[in-house]
Nanobody
Framework: QVQLVESGGGVVQTGGSLTLSCEPS????????MGWYRQPPGKQREVVAT???????VYADAAKGRFTISRDNAKNTLHLQMTSLKPEDTAIYYC????????WGQGTQVTVSS
């Protein structure tokens, strides 16, 4: 069973920055693609950013220009750098990885105070 361990969530003020990390229990290159999703309070889960195995990033409109998804091959870790955070970014953020099936992390809470 593949495990994805997330870290880096917390409370930050509007305009602040946070970096989320996701460490899978298998080689990061094993996945066809990985990504970050989020679920705001009372809303459905939505995509934030994805990264293909070849390193091509795709961002949701809400993330463009503020968030950066990246992969640290040496540390076998996926990151999401978030800047200029807004209260509407408040959500539980989930790491996702796909290799024949979808795998999900346990989620990490990000709260942006106004």
């Amino acid at each position: 069973q593949v495990q994805l361990v997330e870290s880096g969530g917390g409370v930050v003020q509007t305009g602040g920055s946070l970096t989320l990390s996701c460490e899978p229990s298998m080689n990061i290159y094993s996945f066809a693609h990985m990504g970050w999703y989020r679920q705001p309070p009372g809303k459905q889960r939505e995509v934030v950013a994805t990264l293909t195995a070849s390193g091509l990033p795709v961002y949701a409109d809400a993330a463009k220009g503020r968030f950066t998804i990246s992969r640290d091959n040496a540390k076998n870790t996926l990151h999401l750098q978030m800047t200029s955070l807004k209260p509407e970014d408040t959500a539980i953020y989930y790491c996702n990885a796909y290799s024949k099936m979808n795998y999900w992390g346990q989620g990490t809470q990000v709260t942006v105070s106004s």
